[in-house]
């Protein structure tokens, strides 16, 4: 069955509009699936990176959204080092060594939160940073 030039034209004319739709909806989201729903709403979380070294810390942003959220210690210093949020039930990670890491997730409300090292004198040596929860 052979199609006239013309109905040739309109199936590739469709299908290059296909390919274009679907090339400007990709590039209007970011590859992340849509938060889920609850009844209160979009259930949110996120995730914040923290690297400890002697005797400090660097966090991948130091401002997140109130509700759940994940923090993920790296330990890129030589010695043993932890995170916990001061004041939070359950907020911390296990003691651990160079290169290893550890996680812990949290339901946070807006406000200041102090994150530190609780291993030996490491926070009194700077082993402390504020996030602000909003």
Do not use: K, Q
């Not at 043993?80 to 949020?85: G, P, R, S, T």
């Not at 996680?103 to 040596?125: I, K, M, N, Q």
């Amino acid at each position: 069955m052979h199609r006239s030039p013309e109905a040739a034209l309109r199936h590739l004319i469709v299908a290059l509009l296909i390919v274009a739709f679907a090339g400007i909806l990709a590039a209007c989201t970011d590859g992340s699936p849509a938060p889920a729903e609850t009844s209160d709403g979009p259930v949110t979380s996120t995730s914040v990176d923290v690297s400890a070294f002697e005797y400090g810390y660097t966090a991948s942003t130091d401002t997140v959204p109130a509700g759940e959220v994940t923090f993920t210690l790296l330990n890129t210093g030589g010695m043993a080092h932890d995170l916990v949020i001061e004041g939070v039930d359950g907020a911390a990670t296990a003691i651990i060594g160079p290169t290893e890491t550890d996680a812990f997730t949290v339901t946070l409300e807006p406000g200041t939160y102090t994150l530190y090292c609780s291993v030996g004198t490491h926070r009194d040596l700077g082993m402390e940073l504020e996030i602000t929860v909003t």
